[in-house]
């Protein structure tokens, strides 16, 4: 149980179509927005990964955002893990 303050990671990887609709862009700017820091990037094999750090409601509606991600994405599937907290300190496109 996630106590007031506390720090959750979660790793994303979201099929289908994803790249070249500016999910990683509009991802980036609504992660910011909502507090969250991390990472995303585009994978070789047509997917994009992501991972979101921060406090837990700000992260679930991170995963929740990929499940439908920008207006011309086409989002198939998404795989979530939970990971350890690494003190991510802002939100990149990798």
Same mark, same amino acid.
């Given at each position: 149980?996630?106590?007031?303050?506390?720090?959750?990671?979660?790793?994303?990887?979201?099929?289908?179509?994803?790249?070249?609709?500016?999910?990683?862009?509009?991802?980036?700017? *609504? @992660?910011?927005?909502?507090? $969250?820091?991390?990472?995303?990037?585009?994978? %070789?094999?047509?997917? /994009?990964?992501? =991972?979101?750090?921060?406090?837990? *409601? @700000?992260?679930?509606?991170? $995963?929740?955002?990929?499940?439908?991600?920008? %207006?011309?994405?086409? /989002?198939?599937? =998404?795989?979530?893990?939970?990971? *350890?907290?690494?003190?991510?300190?802002?939100?990149?496109?990798?």
């Amino acid at each position: 149980m996630c106590e007031a303050g506390c720090v959750v990671r979660r790793a994303v990887v979201v099929s289908g179509r994803v790249q070249g609709v500016f999910f990683r862009a509009s991802c980036q700017d *609504e @992660a910011r927005s909502t507090g $969250v820091s991390g990472w995303i990037s585009n994978e %070789p094999d047509g997917t /994009v990964r992501a =991972v979101f750090e921060g406090e837990p *409601e @700000a992260v679930d509606r991170m $995963v929740a955002w990929c499940r439908h991600g920008p %207006p011309h994405a086409v /989002v198939e599937n =998404v795989t979530v893990t939970d990971e *350890e907290p690494r003190g991510e300190s802002d939100f990149q496109t990798r």
